[in-house]
Structures are given as structure tokens and as C-alpha cells.
């Protein structure tokens, strides 16, 4: 099992950038692919990006391409997401999550474990 912590959220302006942590416990943090999903008030959870186990594949939600960088550090058995040029549309609680699986998952259901959340707010 994994337990999953984020980190990271606040209150930025529209065009600043930020950076989510998601610290991850136990001893196979090499074993789990990891993502980053987000919902905003009013609407369903939607993928962000995901990294794979090894990390040499990555994946972005077309709406975040180019200003969001998806990172995992192993010795930290942490998971990064730099946000940069962040716009209001960026607002949302930001989860992010471990599947068992291999490859790129980009499906809320290809996970078994979730954090519990940190908002991100981007004032216009």
C-alpha cells in the first residue's frame, strides 16, 4: 500500500506559477505510477498529467501542455507538479494518486490511491 500527501496549493495570480508536492509513503514508491488529477466546484475530476514507473514517459492534459511539468524524485519518493503561467481556469482541488499499473494512465479508474487534495485558487 501507499499513503499519499500533498502539498503545495494556495492563492496565486493569474500568470504566477506554483508548485504541488505529493509525498508518498512505504517502500515501493518505484512500483506505482503517478498522477495528477483536479476538480473544480461544480465539475467532475479531470486528468492533469501522469508519470510512469520508471518516469521516462509522461502525459498532459492538452489544457495544461507546455505550463504544467509532471516530476518524481525516488530518493524522496516525492511527486512533482510545477504549474507555471496558471490561469483562473487552472483553479481547482489538485489530488494526486498511485496505480500498480504500468504505462501512461491517464483514467481516474487506473488508480487505486488518492491523496487527500490541496486547492489551488489563480486570481485573474
Known amino acids: 500500500q501507499v499513503q499519499l500527501v500533498e502539498s503545495g496549493g494556495g492563492l496565486v495570480q493569474a500568470g504566477g506559477s506554483l508548485r504541488l508536492s505529493c509525498a508518498a509513503s512505504?517502500?515501493?514508491?518505484?512500483?506505482?505510477?503517478m498522477g495528477w488529477f483536479r476538480q473544480a466546484p461544480g465539475k467532475e475530476r479531470e486528468f492533469v498529467a501522469t508519470i510512469s514507473r520508471t518516469g521516462s514517459s509522461t502525459a498532459y492534459a492538452d489544457s495544461v501542455k507546455g505550463r504544467f511539468t509532471i516530476s518524481r524524485d525516488y530518493a524522496k519518493k516525492v511527486v512533482y507538479l510545477q504549474m507555471n503561467s496558471l490561469k483562473p481556469e487552472d483553479t481547482a482541488v489538485y489530488s494526486c494518486a498511485a496505480s500498480a499499473r504500468s504505462g501512461v494512465l491517464r483514467m481516474s479508474s487506473s488508480y487505486g490511491y488518492w491523496g487527500q487534495g490541496t486547492q489551488v485558487t489563480v486570481s485573474s
Open positions: 512505504g517502500r515501493t514508491f518505484s512500483s506505482y505510477g
